[in-house]
């Protein structure tokens, strides 16, 4: 069984910023990409932010230059540091991870998290 748990989300005002923590446990030997994607009320799931073993980013355009997303491989835990947020930014964020698992099927498969809400709002 592998899990991915989010936390951090919340309420905030324009302007303003969160942190969003991921954790990935489980029975598994490696975590490849981890990121962090979001889905907004009638809009489709839209990657935010992604990031490899090497430390590698990739980020939406509508997010550079205002989130950072980091990760720590011995813990298996991805961060996504939200800075400057605007009311668009409102939406459940879902963390998501390629993961090895030790049993059969071994993968890489892909997890989602259950999803974190974050509203952005005066």
């Known amino acids: 069984q592998v899990q991915l748990v989010e936390s951090g989300g919340g309420l905030v005002q324009p302007g303003g910023s969160l942190r969003l923590s991921c954790a990935a446990s489980?029975?598994?030997?490696?975590?490849?990409?981890m990121g962090w994607h979001r889905q907004a009320p009638g809009k489709q799931r839209e990657l935010v932010a992604t990031t490899l073993q090497d430390g590698s980013t990739k980020y939406a355009d509508s997010v550079k230059g205002r989130f950072t997303i980091s990760r720590d491989n011995a813990k298996n835990t991805v961060t996504l540091q939200m800075n400057s947020l605007r009311p668009e930014d409102t939406a459940v964020y879902y963390c998501?991870?390629?993961?090895?698992?030790?049993?059969?099927?071994?993968?890489?498969?892909?997890?989602w998290g259950q999803g974190t809400q974050v509203t952005v709002s005066s």
């Open positions: 998501n991870g390629v993961i090895l698992r030790t049993v059969v099927p071994r993968g890489p498969l892909h997890y």
């Open positions: 489980g029975n598994f030997s490696r975590v490849d990409a």
